[in-house]
Protein backbone atom coordinates (compact mmCIF):
# COMPACT_ATOMS: atom_id res chain seq x y z
CA UNK A 1 0.00 0.00 0.00
CA UNK A 2 2.87 2.12 0.87
CA UNK A 3 3.51 2.33 -3.44
CA UNK A 4 -0.11 3.63 -3.49
CA UNK A 5 -0.15 6.14 -1.34
CA UNK A 6 3.26 7.36 -1.21
CA UNK A 7 3.15 10.38 -3.35
CA UNK A 8 6.67 10.56 -3.79
CA UNK A 9 6.98 7.43 -5.07
CA UNK A 10 3.68 8.49 -7.28
CA UNK A 11 5.79 10.59 -8.72
CA UNK A 12 8.68 8.28 -9.60
CA UNK A 13 6.63 6.60 -11.46
CA UNK A 14 4.97 9.32 -13.83
CA UNK A 15 6.48 9.24 -17.14
CA UNK A 16 9.16 12.01 -17.22
CA UNK A 17 8.79 14.88 -20.38
CA UNK A 18 12.31 13.50 -21.55
CA UNK A 19 10.76 10.02 -22.60
CA UNK A 20 7.88 11.48 -23.99
CA UNK A 21 10.35 13.74 -26.38
CA UNK A 22 12.46 10.80 -27.27
CA UNK A 23 9.36 8.97 -28.61
CA UNK A 24 8.10 11.84 -30.37
CA UNK A 25 11.68 12.16 -32.02
CA UNK A 26 11.46 8.21 -32.59
CA UNK A 27 8.19 8.14 -34.12
CA UNK A 28 8.90 11.09 -36.32
CA UNK A 29 12.00 9.42 -37.79
CA UNK A 30 10.65 6.12 -38.12
CA UNK A 31 7.24 8.36 -40.12
CA UNK A 32 10.11 9.75 -42.42
CA UNK A 33 11.33 6.88 -43.54
CA UNK A 34 8.02 5.71 -44.74
CA UNK A 35 6.64 9.09 -46.04
CA UNK A 36 8.77 10.57 -49.04
CA UNK A 37 6.60 14.13 -48.19
CA UNK A 38 7.90 14.31 -44.93
CA UNK A 39 11.45 12.97 -45.65
CA UNK A 40 11.78 16.02 -47.94
CA UNK A 41 10.31 18.47 -46.16
CA UNK A 42 12.74 17.56 -43.37
CA UNK A 43 15.42 18.10 -45.60
CA UNK A 44 14.19 21.43 -46.65
CA UNK A 45 14.24 23.09 -43.32
CA UNK A 46 18.01 21.28 -42.01
CA UNK A 47 18.90 22.94 -45.38
CA UNK A 48 17.44 26.00 -44.83
CA UNK A 49 18.83 25.98 -40.51
CA UNK A 50 22.37 24.86 -42.64
CA UNK A 51 21.88 27.87 -44.59
CA UNK A 52 20.86 30.48 -41.71
CA UNK A 53 23.99 29.49 -40.19
CA UNK A 54 27.08 29.54 -42.83
CA UNK A 55 25.30 31.77 -45.45
CA UNK A 56 27.64 34.42 -44.55
CA UNK A 57 30.63 32.62 -45.64
CA UNK A 58 28.66 30.83 -48.73
CA UNK A 59 27.97 34.42 -50.08
CA UNK A 60 30.51 34.81 -53.19
CA UNK A 61 30.15 38.66 -53.53
CA UNK A 62 29.74 41.62 -50.60
CA UNK A 63 25.88 41.59 -50.47
CA UNK A 64 25.21 44.71 -49.16
CA UNK A 65 27.70 46.60 -51.92
CA UNK A 66 26.15 48.30 -54.54
CA UNK A 67 26.98 47.98 -58.66
CA UNK A 68 24.88 50.57 -60.74
CA UNK A 69 27.02 49.57 -63.85
CA UNK A 70 25.71 46.01 -63.62
CA UNK A 71 21.83 46.28 -62.01
CA UNK A 72 19.05 44.64 -62.89
CA UNK A 73 20.98 41.47 -64.62
CA UNK A 74 19.32 38.43 -65.79
CA UNK A 75 20.34 35.12 -64.08
CA UNK A 76 23.96 33.87 -65.60
CA UNK A 77 26.33 32.03 -64.15
CA UNK A 78 27.88 35.61 -63.04
CA UNK A 79 24.94 36.01 -60.87
CA UNK A 80 22.96 33.21 -60.26
CA UNK A 81 19.56 34.94 -59.37
CA UNK A 82 20.52 37.59 -61.58
CA UNK A 83 21.07 41.20 -59.44
CA UNK A 84 18.71 43.94 -58.56
CA UNK A 85 17.80 47.75 -59.30
CA UNK A 86 21.27 48.33 -57.00
CA UNK A 87 23.72 46.02 -58.76
CA UNK A 88 23.68 43.82 -55.88
CA UNK A 89 23.86 39.86 -56.23
CA UNK A 90 20.19 38.38 -55.70
CA UNK A 91 21.47 34.84 -55.27
CA UNK A 92 23.78 35.79 -52.01
CA UNK A 93 21.26 38.65 -50.50
CA UNK A 94 18.62 35.60 -50.88
CA UNK A 95 20.38 33.03 -49.02
CA UNK A 96 22.00 35.21 -46.55
CA UNK A 97 18.26 36.41 -45.33
CA UNK A 98 17.82 32.97 -44.82
CA UNK A 99 19.46 33.71 -41.52
CA UNK A 100 16.57 36.83 -40.50
CA UNK A 101 14.06 34.59 -41.05
CA UNK A 102 14.87 31.75 -39.36
CA UNK A 103 16.19 33.83 -36.51
CA UNK A 104 12.65 35.91 -36.15
CA UNK A 105 10.82 32.00 -36.75
CA UNK A 106 13.13 30.30 -34.28
CA UNK A 107 12.74 32.92 -31.60
CA UNK A 108 9.48 33.78 -32.31
CA UNK A 109 8.58 29.94 -31.49
CA UNK A 110 11.03 29.45 -28.15
CA UNK A 111 9.61 32.64 -26.55
CA UNK A 112 5.97 31.95 -27.59
CA UNK A 113 5.86 28.57 -26.57
CA UNK A 114 7.73 28.79 -23.62
CA UNK A 115 5.87 31.56 -21.99
CA UNK A 116 2.39 30.52 -23.82
CA UNK A 117 2.99 26.71 -22.51
CA UNK A 118 4.13 28.32 -18.68
CA UNK A 119 0.85 30.37 -18.68
CA UNK A 120 -1.42 27.94 -19.56
CA UNK A 121 -0.57 25.35 -17.27
CA UNK A 122 -0.42 28.15 -14.15
CA UNK A 123 -4.21 29.81 -15.11
CA UNK A 124 -5.45 25.93 -15.70
CA UNK A 125 -4.76 25.29 -12.08
CA UNK A 126 -6.48 28.56 -10.69
CA UNK A 127 -10.55 29.43 -12.37
CA UNK A 128 -9.94 33.86 -11.02
CA UNK A 129 -6.87 33.64 -13.16
CA UNK A 130 -8.09 31.86 -15.70
CA UNK A 131 -10.71 34.00 -16.15
CA UNK A 132 -8.42 37.35 -15.91
CA UNK A 133 -6.01 36.06 -18.15
CA UNK A 134 -8.21 34.20 -20.80
CA UNK A 135 -10.15 37.81 -21.56
CA UNK A 136 -6.78 39.27 -22.62
CA UNK A 137 -5.87 36.73 -24.41
CA UNK A 138 -9.43 37.23 -26.28
CA UNK A 139 -8.75 40.51 -26.69
CA UNK A 140 -5.33 39.96 -28.29
CA UNK A 141 -6.76 37.26 -30.86
CA UNK A 142 -9.63 39.43 -31.73
CA UNK A 143 -6.88 41.19 -33.94
CA UNK A 144 -5.57 39.90 -37.05
CA UNK A 145 -1.66 38.99 -36.31
CA UNK A 146 -0.28 41.12 -39.32
CA UNK A 147 -2.33 44.35 -38.20
CA UNK A 148 -1.48 43.67 -34.49
CA UNK A 149 2.05 43.46 -35.12
CA UNK A 150 1.87 46.30 -37.11
CA UNK A 151 0.64 48.17 -34.38
CA UNK A 152 3.05 47.29 -31.39
CA UNK A 153 5.86 47.79 -34.08
CA UNK A 154 4.98 51.36 -34.83
CA UNK A 155 4.59 51.67 -31.15
CA UNK A 156 8.41 50.34 -30.37
CA UNK A 157 10.18 51.04 -33.78
CA UNK A 158 11.14 48.68 -36.65
CA UNK A 159 13.87 46.21 -35.63
CA UNK A 160 15.30 42.55 -35.81
CA UNK A 161 14.27 42.66 -31.85
CA UNK A 162 11.29 44.69 -32.07
CA UNK A 163 9.58 42.39 -34.56
CA UNK A 164 10.35 39.38 -32.76
CA UNK A 165 8.60 40.61 -29.59
CA UNK A 166 5.88 41.74 -31.58
CA UNK A 167 5.06 38.38 -33.48
CA UNK A 168 5.84 36.46 -30.54
CA UNK A 169 3.07 38.79 -28.52
CA UNK A 170 0.38 37.55 -31.19
CA UNK A 171 2.02 34.09 -31.12
CA UNK A 172 1.64 33.50 -27.65
CA UNK A 173 -2.10 34.46 -27.03
CA UNK A 174 -3.01 31.85 -29.39
CA UNK A 175 -0.68 29.04 -27.62
CA UNK A 176 -2.32 29.86 -24.65
CA UNK A 177 -5.64 29.04 -25.23
CA UNK A 178 -4.32 25.61 -27.15
CA UNK A 179 -2.75 24.25 -24.31
CA UNK A 180 -5.13 25.11 -21.66
CA UNK A 181 -8.02 23.59 -23.50
CA UNK A 182 -5.61 20.69 -23.82
CA UNK A 183 -4.75 21.22 -20.02
CA UNK A 184 -8.62 21.31 -18.97
CA UNK A 185 -9.36 18.36 -20.86
CA UNK A 186 -6.55 16.27 -18.73
CA UNK A 187 -7.25 17.94 -15.69
CA UNK A 188 -10.05 15.74 -14.64
CA UNK A 189 -8.67 12.52 -16.26
CA UNK A 190 -8.39 9.55 -13.76
CA UNK A 191 -4.56 9.43 -12.82
CA UNK A 192 -4.42 13.26 -12.38
CA UNK A 193 -7.20 12.75 -10.09
CA UNK A 194 -5.31 9.81 -8.21
CA UNK A 195 -2.54 11.80 -7.93
CA UNK A 196 -4.18 14.63 -6.15
CA UNK A 197 -6.05 12.39 -3.89
CA UNK A 198 -2.96 11.47 -2.48
CA UNK A 199 -1.39 14.44 -2.10
CA UNK A 200 0.63 15.48 -4.91
CA UNK A 201 1.35 19.31 -5.14
CA UNK A 202 -0.04 21.06 -8.17
CA UNK A 203 3.46 21.85 -9.33
CA UNK A 204 4.36 18.32 -9.34
CA UNK A 205 1.03 17.22 -10.98
CA UNK A 206 1.46 19.87 -13.45
CA UNK A 207 4.99 19.16 -14.37
CA UNK A 208 5.06 15.23 -14.34
CA UNK A 209 1.59 14.39 -15.14
CA UNK A 210 -0.37 17.27 -17.28
CA UNK A 211 2.76 18.72 -19.30
CA UNK A 212 4.27 15.34 -20.53
CA UNK A 213 0.81 14.97 -22.25
CA UNK A 214 0.66 17.74 -24.25
CA UNK A 215 4.25 17.61 -25.46
CA UNK A 216 3.22 15.77 -29.06
CA UNK A 217 0.42 18.82 -29.19
CA UNK A 218 3.26 21.79 -27.96
CA UNK A 219 5.57 20.13 -30.72
CA UNK A 220 2.60 19.99 -33.46
CA UNK A 221 1.79 23.99 -32.88
CA UNK A 222 5.58 24.98 -32.83
CA UNK A 223 6.40 24.00 -35.99
CA UNK A 224 2.89 25.78 -37.44
CA UNK A 225 3.94 28.95 -35.10
CA UNK A 226 7.49 28.58 -37.05
CA UNK A 227 6.04 28.67 -40.43
CA UNK A 228 3.40 31.62 -39.34
CA UNK A 229 6.58 33.81 -37.88
CA UNK A 230 8.70 32.95 -41.36
CA UNK A 231 5.70 34.51 -43.41
CA UNK A 232 4.63 37.26 -40.81
CA UNK A 233 8.69 38.23 -40.92
CA UNK A 234 8.67 38.58 -44.56
CA UNK A 235 5.22 40.43 -44.60
CA UNK A 236 6.51 43.08 -41.88
CA UNK A 237 9.65 43.45 -44.03
CA UNK A 238 7.66 43.72 -47.56
CA UNK A 239 4.96 46.18 -45.79
CA UNK A 240 8.29 48.56 -44.45
CA UNK A 241 7.50 47.43 -40.77
CA UNK A 242 10.03 44.68 -40.14
CA UNK A 243 14.21 45.14 -40.40
CA UNK A 244 15.54 48.34 -42.93
CA UNK A 245 15.62 47.95 -46.79
CA UNK A 246 19.47 47.49 -46.51
CA UNK A 247 19.16 44.17 -44.28
CA UNK A 248 19.08 41.32 -46.28
CA UNK A 249 15.49 39.86 -46.02
CA UNK A 250 13.40 37.69 -47.82
CA UNK A 251 10.35 39.68 -47.91
CA UNK A 252 13.11 43.10 -48.38
CA UNK A 253 14.16 41.60 -51.68
CA UNK A 254 10.88 40.54 -52.64
CA UNK A 255 9.18 44.46 -51.74
CA UNK A 256 12.41 45.71 -53.81
CA UNK A 257 11.67 43.69 -57.20
CA UNK A 258 7.87 44.27 -56.99
CA UNK A 259 8.76 47.65 -59.11
CA UNK A 260 10.60 45.86 -61.85
CA UNK A 261 8.63 43.02 -62.65
CA UNK A 262 8.86 43.88 -66.15
CA UNK A 263 12.26 44.03 -66.39
CA UNK A 264 13.24 42.13 -63.66
CA UNK A 265 11.36 39.50 -62.52
CA UNK A 266 13.85 37.58 -60.78
CA UNK A 267 14.64 39.73 -57.91
CA UNK A 268 11.08 38.97 -56.41
CA UNK A 269 11.01 34.97 -57.91
CA UNK A 270 13.83 33.17 -56.64
CA UNK A 271 13.45 34.63 -52.58
CA UNK A 272 9.62 34.55 -53.09
CA UNK A 273 10.11 30.89 -54.14
CA UNK A 274 12.81 30.11 -51.04
CA UNK A 275 9.72 31.77 -48.55
CA UNK A 276 7.24 29.14 -50.57
CA UNK A 277 9.43 26.30 -50.51
CA UNK A 278 10.25 27.11 -46.59
CA UNK A 279 6.96 27.55 -45.10
CA UNK A 280 5.27 24.84 -46.95
CA UNK A 281 8.26 22.48 -45.97
CA UNK A 282 7.45 23.31 -42.16
CA UNK A 283 3.71 23.14 -42.62
CA UNK A 284 4.29 19.34 -44.08
CA UNK A 285 6.42 18.26 -41.42
CA UNK A 286 4.00 19.91 -38.80
CA UNK A 287 0.79 18.00 -40.66
CA UNK A 288 2.97 14.74 -40.64
CA UNK A 289 3.73 14.85 -37.04
CA UNK A 290 0.62 15.52 -36.01
CA UNK A 291 -0.74 12.47 -38.14
CA UNK A 292 1.98 10.11 -37.02
CA UNK A 293 1.79 11.03 -33.10
CA UNK A 294 -2.14 11.38 -33.08
CA UNK A 295 -3.17 8.05 -31.51
CA UNK A 296 -6.50 8.42 -33.46
CA UNK A 297 -4.88 9.23 -36.77
CA UNK A 298 -2.14 6.66 -36.20
CA UNK A 299 -4.44 3.34 -36.91
CA UNK A 300 -6.68 4.88 -39.23
CA UNK A 301 -2.61 5.35 -40.86
CA UNK A 302 -1.81 2.24 -40.51
CA UNK A 303 -5.20 0.90 -41.98
CA UNK A 304 -4.96 2.75 -45.08
CA UNK A 305 -1.02 1.58 -45.95
CA UNK A 306 -2.39 -2.20 -45.28
CA UNK A 307 -5.13 -1.49 -47.85
Known sequence: MAAITDPTTEWELAPPMSTRLRGSVRATYRAAKRDKVLAASITVLLLGIFLAFFAPMLARTDYERTDPVNRLLAPSTDHWFGTDNWG????????????????VGISVTLVSTVIGVSVALVISYFRLLDSIIMRVVDGFLAFPTILLALALISLIGPSIGNVIIALSITATAGKIRLVRGAVLSLRESTYVEAARAVGVP???ILMLHILPNVVSIIIVQATFTLAGAILAEASLSFLGAGVPEYVPSWGNIIATGQGYMQVGFHISFFPGLFLTTTVLAVVLIGDSIRDHLDPKLRGRLKTTAHS
Do not use: Q
Request: hydrophobic letters at 40%.
Open 88 to 103: RDVFDRTIVGTRLSFL
Open 202 to 204: VPR
